[in-house]
């Protein structure tokens, strides 16, 4: 069966939302979802499925979780190839002298609009820097992700489409976990 990545945006952030891990991969098995796996507590779950598309099973697992928990998540899920790609092609990798913990990925419920790119460069201020591929938006906020402009709520906004953000270090290890 294939395995599937599961996102979760904002849960256990701020004392909202709390969903304890045990739980949420109780959900995910109660989904008939094998070798349910969660990844720090901000709502990483890897599992298998049968072949379904990544975008079915968001507003499954989104469905479940307001059934369980009682509070509407924005879910995104993603291949485990498609993970793996996405880790392999990080543009910011290539360049000289990147702190590799100041890179982060947001990641899109669609492909953005033709003028994503415009609409992210206005509201770009100092030294972070983007790239668009595909579903994703490659990050590197050089003065860290707290104070940057394209956080994931001024990135929906401007793109008018859910996202959710994680770190390079947890995209990464979603990628290890997702191959084993």
Not at 133 to 147: A, N, Q, T, V
Request: glycine content about 8%; proline content about 4%.
């Amino acid at each position: 069966m294939p395995i599937y990545i599961a996102m979760l945006r904002g849960i256990n952030v701020g004392g909202k939302k709390i969903v304890r891990m045990e739980h949420l991969r109780a959900s995910f098995e109660a989904l008939e979802f094998g070798r349910v796996r969660t990844y720090v507590q901000s709502g990483n779950v890897t599992f298998e499925a049968v072949k379904s598309s990544p975008d079915d099973l968001s507003k499954t697992i989104a469905e479940k979780i307001s059934k369980d928990f009682g509070f509407p998540i924005f879910v995104v899920v993603r291949t485990s190839d498609e993970i793996a790609k996405i880790v392999e092609g990080n543009p910011f990798l290539n360049e000289r002298g990147l702190d590799h913990s100041k890179l982060h990925i947001t990641f899109l419920a669609a492909p953005p609009a033709k003028n994503a790119k415009e609409r992210i460069d206005a509201l770009k201020a100092g030294p972070d820097q983007f790239r668009i591929r595909g579903r994703e938006i490659y990050l590197y906020c050089p003065d860290g992700y707290g104070r940057t402009k394209l956080s994931n709520n001024a990135i929906e906004k401007a793109l008018s489409a859910g996202a959710t953000t994680r770190n390079w270090k947890t995209v990464s290890r979603l990628a290890r976990i997702s191959s084993e």
